[in-house]
């Protein structure tokens, strides 16, 4: 019994973890909220998935043996003691008992016998009577239940136990290892999937997401297991209909839901559903749960930029979420992954900060929340963006997240492309200024043109002949100016002030910024040219609009070096293809749990508002009448127990008609 508390300890502290500390979330997640030291060291314990850990699932079947053993030790015992009346009690050990009174009375010991039997009887004992020749001993007791509280309670445990069990990945496990499966590691076709990778389907306790893109059907779910998945065939298909999704105007998800058709694939019936959040289908012993939403396939279309090289035409590219596309050779020839496509993006914009997108997992979260926010003025909804993932020939990957609609930032448009190198970092953004056309044509064309020797000697020209004088002065700041728009072109800011000592690197920039910024506004006119538009008006009335675009360009031309890819894809337009989440579960180990309870209710009811009182009433025969020795015992002597005796005495006085000679 030690045992079994002390186990029962572990899964209390377990289970305290497991409620505190969110489970089954990403890797990342736990990275970035225990660092890469702790989130090892925890990792060995399995915290973040902890009630299906090997050791939680050992302890519990430990448990469940310690306490099996327990009850079948003591049960046996117990009941014999719930049926047993003690009539075999010695009489004189009576006058050890505290709670006792001595009586005597002109009834014989037969006639007494009777009465007090009466007498009990009427209180709510049942009572059995032993004959010692002329003596009688009448025993009787009263709330033997109370014993089968200590039963139900330890069975109890047992049955809860078992249930999380039934319902935890043990099954899963079990088939795992008895019948040799193995799960399923990278992208696969579910048709061709072996056997070794799919589950019975008479599986008794599965847990498995599902997902199902509009118009889209399913008779299979996924199961986790360890480092790949296996499937799990479902007694019926289920086909999306359409899906459904309303927003607050913070662009939180407000509601979600389902429209599906069920087909069971034994009989071919059929029947409509609408399947919710906290209203899921219930078919077949299998519960279909609406559970989260993801894009189904959305078809992309995207111009991929250069960044390098003097080409400044874009390369139409088209792809879809979830899948690959490879781009032209020209353009580096990279593996791009489409990985996500967001229509709403309410970010926080509030003091010009960079917009950092949840996943869908934290905006289904809001769901179930209030839809109550504190008032932020910075919200603002800054469309469509898609996210991808860039792979190189190395397979070296960096994950990007871009903008199809410029976001006014500090009173000025621009395209913010983000990169980041791994999940757990937030997004970096290159700001690309928007042009008159609300476009990134004219930047692009900059970018190109900085990269073209023979128009940076030009722009270089043009800003020495402006201003310097001819001569020695004009040549040296041209000099100056075509190595500053040349070293600006590589390696931005950070390639002029590198090689320079530290205290003079404010005075270099001092002098090489506006240089750079005249020579580049020269470029910009060179480009526009060649592009056949008109050269800008420095005093016209847009001329300060004109200097402020040229700032950011300058900005995002000192960045562009830092920017880890060769191209960059713009979204020009998609055609989105919804998809539904859900979670299918087959769980009879949460009826073995509410059973489990209901033994747990009545066992402890039966422990602490069942008492058991037992009576026992010693007749002798005494000078034609009789001595009445009665003694009254409970497990718990409480007041109600002593105001309980003395009723009894004085109905045993008043029965007896004579007096008590008890000290």
């Not at 395209?415 to 692009?444: H, N």
């Not at 180990?589 to 010693?618: A, D, Q």
Request: glycine share 8%; aromatic share 10%.
């Amino acid at each position: 019994m030690r045992f079994a508390i002390s186990l029962l300890v572990f899964i209390c502290v377990a289970s305290l973890i497991g409620t505190v500390l969110p489970q089954n979330q990403g890797t990342n997640t736990y990275v970035d909220q225990f660092g890469p030291f702790w989130f090892e060291v925890f990792d060995q314990f399995s915290i973040w998935h902890i009630y299906n850990s090997a050791w939680f699932l050992l302890i519990m079947a430990f448990l469940v043996v310690s306490t099996t053993l327990c009850v079948l030790r003591n049960a046996p015992k117990m009941l014999r003691d719930m049926r047993s009346f003690r009539e075999y009690v010695r009489g004189s050990s009576l006058k050890a008992f505290h709670h006792r009174v001595e009586l005597d009375s002109g009834s014989t010991p037969d006639q007494a016998c009777a009465e007090v039997g009466a007498l009990l009887q009427a209180q709510g004992f049942r009572y059995r009577v032993r004959a010692d020749g002329d003596s009688r001993m009448v025993a009787a007791k009263k709330g033997a239940a109370n014993r089968l509280g200590y039963i139900f309670a330890h069975v109890a445990i047992v049955v809860i136990c078992l249930g999380g069990l039934l319902d935890s990945e043990l099954p899963v496990r079990l088939q795992t290892w008895l019948f040799d499966k193995q799960p399923v590691i990278g992208n696969m076709l579910i048709s061709d999937v072996p056997e070794s990778g799919r589950l019975s389907a008479r599986n008794p306790s599965f847990r498995a997401n599902m997902l199902v893109p509009d118009g889209k059907q399913s008779s299979v779910g996924i199961v986790s297991a360890g480092q790949g998945v296996l499937l799990q065939p479902l007694p019926f298909t289920l086909k999306l209909n359409k899906f459904h999704i309303a927003y607050y105007d913070t662009g939180m998800p407000s509601d979600f839901r389902s429209d599906v058709t069920v087909t069971d694939l034994a009989t071919g019936k059929t029947f409509d559903q609408t399947i919710q959040v906290n209203e899921p289908l219930h078919y077949r012993g299998v519960t279909v749960y609406q559970s989260s939403f993801d894009d189904g396939g959305s078809s992309l279309q995207l111009k991929a930029w250069p960044l390098q090289g003097a080409a400044a035409q874009p390369v139409d590219v088209s792809g879809k979420v979830g899948g690959e596309s490879k781009l032209p050779g020209s353009l580096g020839g990279q593996t791009v992954d489409y990985t996500g496509l967001r229509v709403i993006n309410v970010e926080n914009m509030g003091d010009s900060q960079n917009p950092q997108p949840t996943d869908v997992v934290a905006h289904v979260a809001a769901v179930t929340g209030s839809a109550a926010r504190p008032r932020n003025d910075g919200l603002r909804n800054v469309g469509p963006s898609v996210q991808y993932r860039l792979i190189g020939a190395d397979g070296q990957a960096h994950e990007f997240n871009q903008y199809l609609l410029p976001v006014k930032i500090d009173d000025a448009p621009v395209f913010l492309m983000g990169v980041r190198d791994t999940a757990s970092e937030p997004y970096r953004y290159l700001r690309i200024p928007a042009d008159g056309q609300g476009t990134v044509a004219e930047f692009m064309r900059l970018r190109a043109a900085l990269d073209d020797a023979d128009l940076r000697d030009q722009a270089a020209q043009r800003f020495a002949d402006h201003n310097a004088p001819e001569g020695e002065q004009r040549e040296l700041m041209f000099q100056a100016a075509r190595g500053a728009l040349r070293t600006f072109a590589r390696d931005g800011f950070n390639g002029i002030i590198d090689a320079a000592p530290a205290e003079q690197r404010e005075k270099i920039l001092n002098f090489a910024v506006p240089m750079i910024q005249l020579s580049l506004t020269e470029l910009r006119d060179l480009a526009r040219a060649r592009a056949g538009e008109p050269a800008l008006d420095p005093l016209g009335p847009n001329a300060e609009h004109e200097r402020q675009w040229m700032r950011l360009a300058v900005l995002a031309l000192a960045t562009l070096p830092d920017y880890p890819a060769p191209v960059a894809l713009q979204l020009t337009g998609f055609e989105q293809v919804q998809a539904s989440v859900f979670q299918v579960a087959r769980s009879p180990g949460k009826t073995v749990v509410y059973i489990g309870c209901l033994l747990l209710v009545l066992g402890v009811f039966s422990m602490f508002y069942i008492r058991e009182r037992r009576v026992w009433v010693w007749i002798r025969p005494q000078d034609g009448g009789s001595a009445w020795l009665a003694a009254m015992t409970t497990q718990r002597r409480t007041l109600d127990f002593n105001h309980e005796f003395e009723r009894l005495r004085d109905a045993l006085r008043r029965l007896s008609g004579g007096h008590d000679h008890d000290v």
